[in-house]
T-cell receptor, first 112, second 111 residues
Framework: NAGVTQTPKFRILKIGQSMTLQCAQD?????MYWYRQDPGMGLKLIYY???????DKGEVPNGYNVSRSTTEYFPLRLELAAPSQTSVYFC???????????FGQGTRLTVV | DAKTTQPNSMESNEEEPVHLPCNHS???????IHWYRQLPSQGPEYVIH???SNVNNRMASLAIAEDRKSSTLILHRATLRDAAVYYC????????????FGKGTMLLVSP
């Protein structure tokens, strides 16, 4: 098993550009999450999904969109990039709301 | 999610035991206590979790106070590779539970 795979690992965007951060898991987990981590801070939940077709907002959803059409994939969309979205983004998955979560290696995004 | 309180940082020497405390005075009866750690430039990784009884696994032990208002993560012999930020998280036993991360405790390990 590859676990949770995130692509790309690094990206530089210009203000106003759009991009999709990809996340895939091969563990047949129902739950998937997107977090962002600013320097020196803990992770903040952006969106999460408890199954295909079901998504919900986390603590900091503004400026982001998600979709979950299959169990395996949970892409995060940034429509109009802003400098405040410069951060490291982590995708995670878990079997359910009680079990351990597995995290990807992160995507480091810089908006200039 | 109920809040947790952890020291900002702790120091240890290599091969010594480390006790990382966590206070969670507002814990509810169905909250599980989870610990994750984040090594430099990596995503968080699961360490251990428990509800009421003490728990052991290959990475660490979790000691939970009888009133469940505090817990301690125990690393039996710290290594340089254990230097990381350790997060204590309460997770509700419900169908829509997520993980809420605080700032955690940065553990520094000296040779």
């Amino acid at each position: 098993n590859a676990g949770v795979t995130q692509t790309p690992k690094f990206r530089i965007l210009k203000i106003g550009q759009s991009m999709t951060l990809q996340c895939a898991q091969d563990m047949n987990h129902n739950y998937m999450y997107w977090y962002r981590q600013d320097p020196g801070m803990g992770l903040k939940l952006i969106y999460y999904s408890v199954g295909a077709g079901i998504t919900d907002k986390g603590e900091v959803p503004n400026g982001y969109n998600v979709s979950r059409s299959t169990t395996e994939y949970f892409p995060l969309r940034l429509e109009l990039a802003a400098p405040s979205q410069t951060s490291v983004y982590f995708c995670a998955s878990s079997l359910d709301g009680r079990t351990e979560a597995f995290f990807g290696q992160g995507t480091r995004l810089t908006v200039v | 999610d109920a809040k947790t309180t952890q020291p900002n940082s702790m120091e240890s020497n290599e091969e010594e035991p480390v006790h990382l405390p966590c206070n969670h005075s507002t814990i509810s009866g169905t909250d599980y206590i989870h610990w994750y750690r984040q090594l430099p430039s990596q995503g968080p990784e699961y360490v251990i979790h428990g509800l009421t009884s003490n728990v052991n696994n290959r990475m660490a032990s979790l000691a939970i106070a009888e009133d469940r208002k505090s817990s301690t993560l125990i690393l039996h012999r710290a290594t340089l590779r254990d230097a990381a930020v350790y997060y204590c998280i309460l997770r509700a036993d419900s169908g829509y539970s997520t993980l809420t991360f605080g700032k955690g405790t940065m553990l520094l390990v000296s040779p």
